[in-house]
């Protein structure tokens, strides 16, 4: 995998930034002391100017009492503007929660804010909210300062940068994780042109004609439990077999090909992350 190269300044500072969150943790550092350093990071890592754009125990409204939110990420001005992130601080030490996430996403909902961030200095998760009935919280990213490669790291917070935020960024990626739903890449792969393909392909390369049910069975084997659930929302145009002159051999999948050829191992399927109700459990260990 080609890997792509990171800006000095970029290393350097995300070097620095785990070089003191690792000393947080070595100390075992409060809250407050955690929410400095995370300040620290937003400056010389991400681009912020932290008396600019971000406001501390931001106050946000709801149908109760009024709350307060650690951090709030707001680029526009204007009193009409809206805070583009709202964040949730743990101590260094404290493993994130369902809680916490449930917390943050009330505050997000009251506030109109669709983003969401969690975090103890150490690890980041960066949620998307759906304003329905009921709002929806999705897992888009998660990372560790500690123990990710430093190419990840550059990459997770760029998406969370000034820079990015202010032309548009956090909108692009939430279509581009819409657009990459199981359900719509089910539908493109079972498409009626990508069966024909898939059929004539496999003919070329091993001289047997399947039919375009012969490869949903063998889409299926592939598929995880999720995927399968979303495959069945999936409308499926079975292209018109044409008849031929010539005979070929069709030959069913289940029956021709060992059981064990046709498995594929679960590791190999990528499962994006499930969309939670907030009021629901979501998959974070408790503290």
């Not at 601080?89 to 809680?99: G, M, T």
């Not at 897992?139 to 032309?167: C, G, M, P, Q």
């Not at 049910?213 to 145009?237: F, K, P, Q």
Request: overall charge positive; aromatic content about 4%; charged content about 30%.
């Amino acid at each position: 995998m080609t890997r792509t190269a990171i800006d000095k300044e970029v290393k350097r500072a995300i070097l620095d930034a785990r070089r003191m969150i690792q000393q947080a943790e070595q100390s075992d550092a409060n809250e407050a002391e955690t929410r400095r350093r995370i300040e620290r990071m937003f400056q010389s890592l991400m681009g912020y100017d932290v008396f600019k754009h971000l406001s501390r125990e931001r106050a946000v409204r709801g149908a109760g009492e009024t709350e307060h939110v650690d951090f709030a990420i707001q680029v526009a001005e204007g009193d009409a503007a809206k805070p583009d992130i709202l964040i949730e601080i743990k101590r260094v030490c404290i493993n994130l929660a369902a809680k916490h996430l449930n917390q943050v996403s009330s505050y997000a909902i009251n506030a109109g804010c669709e983003w969401i961030l969690l975090t103890n200095s150490k690890d980041w998760k960066l949620y998307h909210v759906s304003f329905g009935q009921p709002p929806i919280t999705k897992l888009i990213h998660a990372w560790n300062i500690l123990t990710d490669d430093v190419s990840v790291l550059a990459k997770r917070f760029e998406i969370i940068s000034y820079k990015n935020v202010k032309k548009g960024g956090l909108n692009d990626l939430w279509q581009k994780t819409n657009v990459l739903h199981p359900r719509n890449l089910l539908r493109a792969i079972l498409s009626e042109p990508l069966l024909k393909a898939i059929k004539r392909e496999m003919r070329k390369d091993t001289g047997v004609t399947l039919s375009p049910e012969d490869i949903m069975s063998g889409v299926r084997r592939l598929l995880n439990e999720t995927a399968l659930s979303e495959l069945e929302n999936v409308r499926i145009s079975i292209p018109d077999e044409k008849p031929n002159r010539r005979k070929r051999k069709t030959t069913d999948l289940s029956e021709s090909t060992p059981e064990k050829e046709l498995e594929t191992p679960q590791s190999s399927v990528v499962e994006a992350p499930e969309s939670k109700p907030i009021s629901e459990k979501a998959d974070l260990p408790e503290s």
